[in-house]
């Protein structure tokens, strides 16, 4: 009995631990995950460094982004951080 009563403290510490900040942090990288597999062509975005820009082309680890200059600049699908506005 005194086992039990050693270890659950621990148990529920664990149990805590997992549901405060474990999960909460899995389901984010779901979405960008999901968010990231789902751009398409007109898709308007910023990259993780900050630069707003519109979807030219993609494939299934590149995107092609034109700025607003007219310039087209390739990165990882990985950079994108967020989608401002859906095609």
Not at 34 to 62: F, N, P, R, W, Y
Request: hydrophobic share 45%; glycine share 8%; proline share 2%.
């Amino acid at each position: 009995m005194e086992f039990l009563g050693t270890i659950l403290p621990f148990v529920l510490m664990l149990a805590i631990f997992y549901f405060l900040l474990i999960r909460p942090q899995q389901k984010q990288q779901k979405q960008i995950r999901d968010m990231q597999a789902s751009l398409q062509k007109g898709d308007k975005i910023v990259t993780i460094g900050g630069l707003h820009g519109i979807v030219d082309s993609l494939d299934e680890d590149k995107i092609v982004i034109k700025a607003g200059d007219g310039s087209r600049l390739t990165f990882d699908r990985r950079a994108v951080r967020e989608v401002v506005d859906k095609a």
